[in-house]
Structures are given as C-alpha cells and as structure tokens.
C-alpha cells in the first residue's frame, strides 16, 4: 500500500472498521506510514497518520457493540457512542434532547427505563469532519432482545411486556417519542427482569430516519407520512412482543390486533392505561404474577 494512498485512507475513516478486521490490517497501514519508514518530507504526515491509526485500533479493541449507525466504544466515563458517519450527527443530537428531556421532565421514579446521558460534545478529526459524540451510562448485565431467539413462552414475554410499557408510559409522559422500539433497542436484564430502552436517536414527531433492515416492523405513519406519536411507539411495542411469543394465547393476539390498525388514531394513546388492560388480560389467563425465573 503506497504512503499517499493510506494516508488518505487512514484520515477518512471514523473507525478501525472502515479500514479492514484485525491485526493483519493494522500492521500492513502502520507498515505503510510508519514515521520510520518514510521520508523527511512525509514525516510529519506520517506522524499525524501514525498516530490516527493507532487511535482507531486501540477504539476498536475496547469496542463494545456496532449499532445501526454508531459504534459503542468502552471509557472510562461511560459508553461513547460514536456515529460512523458525519451525516449521523443530528440523530446523536436528537438523542441527546430526548435523554435531557427525560432527565428534567420524567418522573424520577422510572428512571432506569433509560440510559442516563452523561455528556454530548462535537468531535474533529484529522480531515476537521465533526461528528457529535454521546457519552452514556453503561447498563451492566443488559442483553438486546435481539439476542434471546423468538418462540418463548408468553408467560416470559408477559413481564417483558409489561415493563416495555411502564417505560413507554413514562417518556410520552415526559413528552418524548422512542420512534424505533426494535429488538436491538430494548435491553432486558435476565435475573432481575429489568427493561431500558436505548438508542434514542430515532426520537422525534417527524421522522428522519428508520433501521432499513427493520422496515417491516414500522406503521404506515412512519413510513408513509414521516411521522410518529405514542401510538407509533406502542404498535411497534405490540409487533416486537408478538414476535417473540410462540403461539400467544387468544386473548393476547386480540389484544395485540387493538394496538396494530394501520390508522394511529385508532390505537391507544396511553400506555400506562393499556398496561392496565394488559394485566387484566395476563391475570385472567395465568392468575397472579408470581416471578419466573428467565434463562437465555
């Protein structure tokens, strides 16, 4: 790999994946602009690259997760989490908002419904793009769903369920839309049954972007229309609960049809009042909760 041709490579990337996997790429980039190896002329270039690249790989060793348009990078002052690409920054920024809003506008009682938001600044690289960098609270012993399998009983989903919408309940209290309830954004602590909803990004009443690969999963309004509300939030709750039970009884899927017409209005609006029905529902079908011990 020629000096120039690295260089530039080196100085566009945003992470250690935009320029290979592994070690093997590392050594063939620092082969290729090692200071040692260059010319007096190219010295201080390379001392500029030498030291980006060194900066990417040691990110990506302490890398703790690829979401759909950042990586999670482990500090010691939390979890940065870093856009891949500059044209991403104003989601972080909408993220941002939507975890101040609920800091200063939810109610306190509910707060681990959410990771907290620790700090948010612009960050330049070597080419001065700026991409907007937030700094969250790690959620130790969390698990996305997207990792525990469909088919589970509706027993175990039952608890997932109810506390996916005491915190829906508590951000549209707050004022504030998730916009992309998905299995990668719901993370579930096994042993102690706990639930938060991360990436933050999509929240806003007019949407600017969807997880392409979860498109199915979106209403009409969102895709249609750019828009949503807490009835967005709340049918996409309802899909992603459904699809992770193996054949829910009936009057859970008559239940999960009221939450899923194509029309929002034709919803519920409130989450907490619907958990109300929900545990109706569960207290008919299974008699008091008790807690069931969950394994992935």
Request: aromatic fraction near 8%.
């Amino acid at each position: 790999m020629r000096f120039a041709e690295a260089v530039a490579r080196i100085e566009r990337a945003g992470s250690f994946a935009e320029l290979g996997d592994g070690e093997a790429a590392y050594r063939a980039y620092a082969k290729a602009v090692h200071p040692d190896a260059v010319t007096d002329a190219q010295s201080a270039t390379a001392n500029r690259a030498f030291a980006q690249l060194s900066k990417l790989y040691e990110q990506r060793s302490r890398r703790v997760a690829v979401g759909d348009i950042a990586d999670l990078v482990a500090d010691p002052k939390g979890l940065l989490k870093i856009p891949r690409s500059p044209a991403d920054s104003d989601l972080m920024e909408a993220e941002a908002v939507a975890l101040k809003a609920l800091r200063d506008k939810g109610d306190p009682k509910y707060r681990a419904y959410a990771p907290r938001l620790i700090d948010s600044y612009l960050h330049e690289d070597g080419e001065r793009k700026r991409r907007r960098v937030n700094v969250l609270e790690r959620l130790d012993g969390f698990v996305p769903l997207s990792v525990i399998g469909a088919r589970r009983d509706p027993r175990d989903v039952a608890w997932m369920w109810r506390r996916l919408l005491v915190g829906l309940g508590w951000a549209h209290r707050a004022g504030v839309v998730h916009g992309a309830v998905l299995e990668e954004h719901v993370l579930i602590h096994p042993e102690q049954h706990g639930v938060a909803l991360v990436d933050w990004c999509y929240s806003a009443t007019r949407v600017k972007a969807v997880v392409a690969k979860r498109r199915d999963a979106y209403p009409p309004e969102v895709l249609q229309d750019k828009t949503a509300g807490p009835a967005t939030d709340i049918y996409m709750a309802t899909g992603l609960m459904t699809r992770l039970m193996q054949d829910p009884p009936k009057a859970l899927r008559r239940f999960a049809d009221g939450c899923s017409y194509d029309k929002p209005r034709m919803r519920p609006q409130d989450a907490w009042r619907l958990l109300g029905e929900l545990d109706d529902i569960l207290h008919s079908l299974y008699g008091p909760r008790t807690f069931r011990p969950f394994v992935i």
